[in-house]
């Protein structure tokens, strides 16, 4: 689906490993029951480092229209909240998994079925949830990833309809169609943007994070591709737009367990996604967070973020491949 302009080839996880053993770098964390999927290529923007990147001309005025003042929330924990998982959960199957009918709204921008999604696969929210209601999996054999956004299980049991849904490939750099939604409003993929568990128990998010703003502009950079905007104005960002946290947060005064997420959002910033609440980061529920320490995280404030110039990581709009 999408271009397949600007590919290269991808280096395998045992590869980046046996690198690392002689270059002290970092290992990404691979999918949880996946373990030969990376979640992205380690080529992709997802995994650019932003630190050096200009601030942009209009970062003062995105933060103050976002809200300047308003806390950053993690939009992910453990246990229940309103009945369902708190974030956005996503489960792992093999390829053998049998692939089931699926119906869309939005069938024009929609990659088609069918998709191997198991009748009990977790919806955000809850199966009573009347939110987004995303639907991830991952064929952990072939290292696919599909995505569904308001996905409700038919009364086959079996069959799915959502109002969009797209997949990619684990291993390639491939972009949706310009133009095209996906199960975010970006058009971007969902999963490699959320922060999971067992990446900050390695100590190490390796990517920027899926973050959601009150208020987009008609229009998208890269690496969106869709838009859903409310209003024309400049004073707006973009879909797409890049947050990095500033360095004068200091991650040491927060605990531990928060303190990959502080760095990643140094590090490889934020991307917005979509539109919700203020600088709510998105997040995989697990039981073994910490929902005190997250909520540490709420000190820190829109006025902590600069909105960065990352169009020279681009290297080509239709490909997810980085400088």
């Not at 979640?39 to 923007?45: A, G, L, N, R």
């Not at 369902?84 to 998994?97: A, E, F, R």
């Not at 699926?102 to 009748?119: C, L, M, N, R």
């Not at 390796?206 to 009150?214: F, L």
Request: charged content about 15%; proline content about 8%; glycine content about 8%.
């Amino acid at each position: 689906m999408g271009s397949r302009r600007s590919r290269r080839a991808v280096v395998g996880l045992a590869t980046i490993a046996a690198l690392c053993a002689v270059t002290a770098c970092q290992v990404p964390v691979p999918v949880t029951g996946a373990p030969n999927c990376p979640v992205t290529p380690s080529d992709s923007y997802w995994h650019a480092n932003v630190t050096s990147l200009p601030v942009s001309s209009s970062s003062s005025t995105f933060i103050a229209t976002e809200g300047a003042s308003s806390s950053l929330h993690a939009d992910f924990g453990s246990g229940l909240w309103d009945g369902g998982p708190i974030g956005i959960p996503y489960v792992v199957v093999p390829g053998t998994q049998a692939k089931v009918k699926v119906t869309f709204s939005t069938a024009s921008e929609s990659d088609p079925g069918p998709y191997p999604i198991p009748a009990n696969a977790p919806v955000e929210g809850g199966s009573a949830s009347t939110g987004d209601r995303h639907v991830i999996v991952v064929d952990s054999d072939h290292c696919q990833l599909y995505e569904m956004w308001n996905a409700k299980l038919q009364k086959d049991g079996v069959s799915w309809k959502a109002g969009s849904g797209a997949t990619w490939s684990l291993t390639s750099d491939a972009m949706r169609p310009a133009g095209w939604t996906s199960a975010d409003a970006a058009g971007l993929p969902i999963l490699p943007g959320l922060v999971r568990y067992e990446e900050v128990a390695a100590g190490h998010v390796d990517h920027a994070i899926r973050i959601t703003v009150p208020t987009t502009r008609t229009s998208y950079i890269w690496p969106a591709r869709h838009q859903a905007g409310s209003t024309s104005s400049t004073s707006a960002p973009p879909m797409g737009t890049w947050l990095r946290l500033k360095s004068t947060i200091n991650p040491s005064s927060y605990p531990a367990s928060v303190r990959p997420i502080i760095v990643a959002l140094q590090t490889y910033g934020a991307i917005v996604a979509d539109n919700g609440s203020a600088w709510y980061i998105s997040g995989a529920p697990d039981s073994r967070w910490s929902n005190d320490d997250l909520h540490a995280l709420g000190s820190i404030t829109g006025s902590d973020f600069q909105v960065v110039d990352a169009s020279s990581l681009m290297v080509d709009p239709n490909s997810e491949q980085a400088r």
